[in-house]
């Protein structure tokens, strides 16, 4: 079994700065891509931003320039720094990890952290 545990939400005050993080844990061989996504009250899940197995990143449009996305391998970690928040990423965000789990197949599952809330008062 893999979980995925986020930290790093909560209330920040509109141009403040948050670092999410999110650690796997469980029989873990191998991350590839990884990312963060949100869900705002009352609308869809949306992609935030991405990093491939190289490292290579995709962020939303509405967040180019102001978030980064980076991972620890070492650490089956992704986190997602997030800079000059604005009201509107106000949202629930989900860790995501796609992950080779320990089973001498090297099967492959896409796994969903709980959410942690992000909060920016205008």
């Known amino acids: 079994q893999v979980q995925l545990e986020e930290s790093g939400g909560g209330l920040v005050q509109a141009g403040g700065s948050l670092r999410l993080s999110c650690a796997a844990s469980g029989s873990i061989v191998r991350m590839y891509d990884m990312g963060w996504y949100r869900q705002a009250l009352g609308k869809q899940r949306e992609l935030v931003a991405t990093i491939t197995t190289g490292s290579s990143t995709n962020y939303a449009d509405s967040v180019k320039g102001r978030f980064t996305i980076s991972r620890d391998n070492a650490k089956n970690t992704v986190y997602l720094e997030m800079n000059s928040l604005k009201a509107e990423d106000t949202a629930v965000y989900y860790c995501?990890?796609?992950?080779?789990?320990?089973?001498?197949?090297?099967?492959?599952?896409?796994?969903w952290g709980q959410g942690t809330q992000v909060t920016v008062s205008s």
């Open positions: 995501n990890a796609k992950i080779v789990i320990r089973d001498g197949l090297g099967s492959v599952y896409m796994y």
